[in-house]
């Protein structure tokens, strides 16, 4: 079982941990110097305090959500297509598979032969741009976003530290990184990158504030939080940020988190989201109506520029209309199969 | 500080200092980093000593895995993590295949965000209940579920095993 993996390998991790020598010691100081530090700071701790106050979000309340059963899935998956390395490969909607990740090798399409190459051990993730032109890794030894430019090889390790999910914006022109009080926005042509801080009355986040890209490449988004009580607490809202200023453009009656990339249909009329406990069920909302079009049950799913929806459940890629109807239904190739697969737009 | 309560620590870090640092160390896989991580986190509780001496170990704990968070999110490069340093008595013992899912789930566990690490250190090391490791990282409950969903939804696409974990029990 993988359980018992999981739990045999953080056990040997700590296992490895050595024997402490002089902590006591050291603590001790260290917590002398603390409680000096502590007397001096009381009056600025004290300032910050009254200034911490947050006005807490006025969302008005909306309707139930009416949801509308999913269209009958009629369509019969197609065979897979034969995968070769040395071609792309596309999937439904003609959408080129950007990357292919397994348990011991990362592969990536490379814009120039358009054949699938190797990257260096160390790269124990990827996130290509939608585009195929650039890629953020990540590697084992690093917590900074590095960006890969997949035609000459260059690569150029920001000094954004990624706390989070990254995710491309449509254009694959920016990232996006989450931080504790804001975001950062990486302009990987530019080699540059922007800090926004936003007003902690706008961070209702559930724990850690996500923020995703919206429709289009101008906006963000972050679900907004109240709480039921002392422990309990529920998706209020999804608060849309002009991405450039983080000014608030408005705050939309969405009761659910927005998937980590590509959530938003291109007109910004749909939203695929997830629930917070269940990140594989995905419901498909009409942000207008907060009605519920579809719902799947799926290990991703992305909105495609067409406005149509791609995503997988086991070795099956589908796509789905806007209306949540299945368009079509293909098999993935053996080579492909049981790999984590990242796809353009 | 008193005499008396500067003994009860030494001996608190004596009695407890071992399981505080295997805990550090399944954090963040370098033994320098674990030190400095429970030095730092036995510091603060000593600087509180007389108000948190009766409940010491949990509010170690919890200043433990919320400082690993934030380093992670603060700091670069000196965070870095040792993957390499396998112990030969572990390999030994164990089926080539064994070993080497070990090894790939290892690296996969260190490349999580820290959240995410810290919550599968305290499910799987520590045995804790979601409630228990929400009220030590301070957090509710479903942020728990969630980030070990996340976390083994990302394990799972990294290692390449598909049996779903139970991240809610």
């Known amino acids: 079982m993988i359980d018992d993996l999981l739990r045999a390998t953080v056990r040997d991790l700590a296992d490895e941990s050595g024997t402490p020598h002089g902590l006591a010691a050291r603590a001790l100081a260290d917590g002398h110097r603390i409680r000096r530090n502590r007397r001096t700071a009381t009056v600025a701790a004290a300032l910050a305090a009254v200034l911490a106050v947050t006005v807490p979000i006025v969302i008005a309340r909306t309707p139930a959500d009416e949801t509308r059963p999913l269209p009958a899935a009629t369509v019969t998956v197609a065979p897979a297509p034969a995968f070769k390395q040395t071609e792309v490969f596309t999937g439904p909607g003609g959408v080129p598979l950007l990357s292919i990740e397994d348990r011991t090798k990362t592969f990536v399409l490379n814009p120039k032969t358009g054949g699938y190459r190797e990257l260096p051990a160390g790269v124990v993730w990827i996130e290509p741009s939608p585009d195929g032109r650039r890629a953020v890794v990540g590697r084992e030894n690093s917590e900074k976003v590095e960006i890969l430019d997949l035609r000459t090889g260059e690569s150029w390790r920001t000094a954004v530290t990624r706390t989070s999910n990254v995710s491309w914006s449509g254009d694959g022109s920016r990232v996006l990184v989450s931080h504790e009080t804001g975001y950062s926005i990486i302009e990987p042509a530019r080699r540059r990158s922007t800090d926004r801080t936003i007003e902690p009355g706008q961070l209702a986040c559930l724990e850690f504030c996500e923020f995703t890209w919206f429709a289009g490449d101008t906006r963000i988004a972050l679900p907004q939080v109240s709480k039921l009580g002392e422990q309990e607490s529920r998706v209020s809202g999804v608060a849309t940020f002009e991405a450039n200023s983080g000014t608030v453009i408005e705050q939309l009656p969405i009761k659910a988190l927005p998937i980590d990339q590509f959530s938003a249909s291109p007109d910004g009329r749909l939203l695929l989201t997830r629930q917070n406990q269940s990140p594989e069920q995905i419901s498909m909302i009409e942000i207008a109506s907060q009605r519920e079009i579809a719902h799947f049950s799926v290990a991703w799913s992305q909105f495609l520029a067409d406005g149509t929806v791609l995503a997988q459940n086991g070795g099956i890629l589908t796509r789905y209309a806007a209306t949540g109807a299945v368009l079509e239904k293909v098999a993935l190739p053996p080579e492909l199969t049981g790999r984590h697969l990242t796809f353009g737009l | ?169």
């Open chain 2, 1 to 169: 500080m008193k005499q008396s309560l500067e003994d009860e620590f030494t001996a608190f870090v004596a009695e407890r200092g071992q399981s505080l640092l295997r805990i550090a160390h399944a954090m963040t896989g370098d033994r320098d980093a674990a030190q400095d991580l429970v030095q730092g986190a036995l510091a603060k509780a000593y600087s509180h000593w007389p108000r948190i001496h009766s409940d010491a170990e949990a509010y170690v704990r919890k200043i433990l895995y919320n400082d690993r968070v934030s380093a992670w999110r603060k700091a670069g490069n000196r965070n870095e993590v040792t993957v390499a340093d396998v112990p030969d008595r572990a390999n030994r013992e164990r089926h080539d295949d064994d070993v080497a899912e070990r090894l790939a789930l290892r690296e996969a566990l260190l490349s999580l965000p820290a959240r995410q690490r810290a919550v599968l250190v305290m499910r799987y090391l520590e045995d804790r209940s979601v409630e228990e490791t929400a009220e030590a990282l301070g957090c509710r409950p479903g942020t728990v579920v969630s980030q070990a969903s996340r976390a083994l939804v990302k394990l799972r696409a990294l290692v390449g095993r598909v049996t779903p974990l139970e991240a809610s029990r």
